[in-house]
């Protein structure tokens, strides 16, 4: 059964960063597309950030030049470097990931990201 596990969620002050990890098993991670979402209270979970398995990435328009997401397909391991953090981006963050040889997509446990002073 594939399971991911998050990891670096917390309260930072506005300004400040903080970097998400998701590890994943799953055999075939190298073909795998990884993304982050977020969702915050009352509010529909949204995409953050994608990775394809080529390593192509995208990015929310909210996040672009903040946020930075990475892979290490040697660890199985879907990063997110947040830098400059607004207290609107405050929310729980999921990391998914989508198998491209079944199609099955996978999500983690959700880390509380909190931005306030």
């Known amino acids: 059964q594939v399971q991911l596990v998050e990891s670096g969620g917390g309260l930072v002050q506005p300004g400040g960063s903080l970097r998400l990890s998701c590890a994943a098993s799953?055999?075939?991670?190298?073909?795998?597309?990884l993304a982050w979402y977020r969702q915050a209270p009352g509010k529909e979970r949204d995409l953050v950030a994608t990775?394809?398995?080529?390593?192509?990435?995208n990015y929310a328009n909210s996040v672009k030049d903040r946020f930075t997401i990475s892979r290490d397909n040697a660890k199985k391991t879907v990063n997110l470097q947040m830098n400059n953090l607004k207290p609107e981006d405050t929310a729980v963050y999921y990391c998914n990931v989508k198998s491209v040889a079944t199609g099955r997509v996978y999500w983690g446990q959700g880390t509380q990201v909190t931005v306030s002073s």
């Open positions: 799953i055999s075939t991670f190298t073909i795998c597309d």
């Open positions: 990775i394809t398995r080529g390593g192509n990435t």
